[in-house]
């Protein structure tokens, strides 16, 4: 019974098409033939609460509460035998159109020239482009925007941090971390400004993403 609920379910796997050229994103998570074995799974895990049901209309010199508890309890154990029998969804990849810069690239906030590659030579945790006219820039989504400003000074070799330390709460294993998105612009320019650097703050690549950019002045 347990494969009927998962063939009835409206939130099965949906399918994504790998097809050459394109082709539909979702479809069916399980083909016609995996949807057959799927239910004659289904009915050999309900077969025994269907025959406990039956012998207990039969034999009448047992209650058929303890008739429905064992076709209950083997119905139960049928499924978890049969846990592994079900048929993977079928998984399909409309293959990515190329494009022009694969989020790795980026146009420079001062001289604004274009396709930024990003620099792959040194490893840090968000991207970092530099530009010939000797700006540098790296960015993230929102919420990481004060480890982006850290990880900018760091490069810079500014020995200062935007970010603020971790608070602990009333529970051991929880603290909480304040963050003001415009306060890390605020204070990121005011450290850049003290080291002869100038600050400018771009669209990100995607939405809800920034980019920072500092030069020296």
Known sequence: MRHWCILM?????????????????????FSASDQRRIFWLGLVEATPLVGAFTAGSWIESIPLWVWGCLGA??????????????PWPVIHVSPQQPSEDHGTQA???????????????????????KCPCGAVGSGAWLPDLDEVADQLLAVLGIDARVGEPCVPTDHPGISIQRYDVNQVERDLGGILQRHGYEFRVAPGLERNTRLFWARKS
């Open 9 to 29: 379910s409206p939130s099965a796997p949906p399918a994504m098409g790998f097809v050459a050229g394109g082709g539909p994103s979702r479809g069916p998570g």
């Open 107 to 129: 146009d420079c906030g001062w001289c604004g020239r274009r396709g930024i590659e990003c620099d792959s030579a040194s490893v840090h945790l968000y991207p970092l482009w």
């Open 73 to 86: 309890v083997l119905c139960l154990a049928t499924c978890w035998k049969l846990r592994h029998q079900t």
